[in-house]
């Protein structure tokens, strides 16, 4: 399995920006796709961005126009940046490999997380 590790969470007040990334053991590029996931409190883990090894990108519809997902395949890392941050972007980060052709399906190598939280 791959091995991801994420970082870069933090406190951060409304309207700020953060710039999560997740370095992989194995060069991203000859993995199909990666994905950030999040986790609120009391909710399920959701899908908030993906992106594949043709650069092809995914959204939810909640971070569209905020966040944009990156990847650096020589350097086996991705990122997520986030701007406008606001207080429902609360949660546990995670990165995910797996495949993506129209929608993300997610694989079973999981980063231990990172928290963000925005709050005044």
């Known amino acids: 399995q791959v091995q991801l590790v994420e970082s870069g969470g933090g406190l951060v007040q409304p309207g700020g920006s953060l710039r999560l990334s997740c370095v992989a053991s194995q060069r991203t590029f000859v993995i199909n796709a990666m994905g950030w996931f999040r986790q609120a409190p009391g909710k399920q883990r959701e899908l908030v961005a993906a992106?594949?090894?043709?650069?092809?990108?995914n959204y939810a519809d909640s971070v569209k126009g905020r966040f944009t997902i990156s990847r650096d395949g020589r350097d086996n890392v991705i990122y997520l940046q986030m701007n406008n941050l606001k207080p429902e972007d609360t949660g546990v980060y995670s990165c995910?490999?797996?495949?993506?052709?129209?929608?993300?399906?997610?694989?079973?190598?999981w980063g231990q997380g990172t928290q963000v939280t925005v709050s005044a």
């Open positions: 995910n490999t797996g495949i993506m052709h129209d929608q993300y399906q997610a694989g079973g190598s």
């Open positions: 992106i594949n090894s043709a650069g092809r990108t």
